[in-house]
T-cell receptor, first 111, second 114 residues
Framework: DAKTTQPPSMDCAEGRAANLPCNHS???????VYWYRQIHSQGPQYIIH???NNETNEMASLIITEDRKSSTLILPHATLRDTAVYYC????????????FGKGTRLHILP | DAGVIQSPRHEVTEMGQEVTLRCKPI?????LFWYRQTMMRGLELLIY????????DSGMPEDRFSAKMPNASFSTLKIQPSEPRDSAVYFC????????????FGQGTRLTVV
């Protein structure tokens, strides 16, 4: 079972920042937080991951709370191409590093 | 690298027939995952290989499903006999096992069993 809770859907205006929340209150010390997204009819695409520090790359920023029980994915300037289902995943990265997807958040970018 | 390559992209078959889905992972990756996606059940992990060895097949729905990884560059998922409820999109993904690594997904095989 997925260890994360996400809102089923969100709307965001084009050009604005999209903030996608994720709760992972049972996260363990050796589990990373990963974000993937799936654009319609395509395979899931990696976005970003982090352990306890905030992370930023060319796609997004990841803010993890100090207690690591929740996180927020930020798309700084959302475009219509960011319309997708976004999955928050916690994952132990070792030999048994399964990736278990939950239901995700369906993000609609509004023109 | 061309990424994870799956074939065929689309497959339509009759109930009772054998179906074989194929996956070529990214060169150098040592973990491979097979997923099934339907509207009702979302993305389900079927089986996970590490260094060509099946580590966890608890997601394989029943004995009609089998998966093999004869070498580091090829894996198959076989359904025999196929049933209409097997209709779904099947994804293969690969990664390098290690701290903070990411998995790369193929474009999927859309299977329709009539």
């Amino acid at each position: 079972d997925a260890k994360t809770t996400q809102p089923p859907s969100m709307d965001c205006a084009e050009g604005r920042a999209a903030n996608l929340p994720c709760n992972h209150s049972t996260i363990s010390g050796n589990e990373y937080v990963y974000w993937y997204r799936q654009i319609h009819s395509q395979g899931p695409q990696y976005i970003i991951h982090g352990l306890k520090n905030n992370e930023t790359n060319e796609m997004a920023s990841l803010i993890i709370t100090e207690d690591r029980k929740s996180s927020t994915l930020i798309l700084p300037h959302a475009t219509l191409r960011d319309t997708a289902v976004y999955y928050c995943i916690v994952r132990v990265v070792n030999r048994d590093d399964k990736i278990i997807f939950g239901k995700g958040t369906r993000l609609h970018i509004l023109p | 690298d061309a990424g994870v390559i799956q074939s065929p992209r689309h497959e339509v078959t009759e109930m009772g027939q054998e179906v074989t889905l194929r996956c070529k992972p990214i060169s150098g990756h040592n973990s491979l995952f097979w997923y099934r996606q339907t509207m009702m059940r979302g993305l389900e992990l079927l089986i996970y290989f590490n260094n060509n060895v099946p580590i966890d097949d608890s997601g394989m729905p029943e004995d009609r499903f089998s998966a093999k990884m004869p070498n580091a560059s090829f894996s198959t998922l076989k359904i025999q006999p196929s049933e209409p409820r097997d209709s779904a999109v099947y994804f293969c993904a690969s990664s390098w096992t290690g701290v903070g690594t990411e998995a790369f997904f193929g474009q999927g095989t859309r299977l329709t069993v009539v």
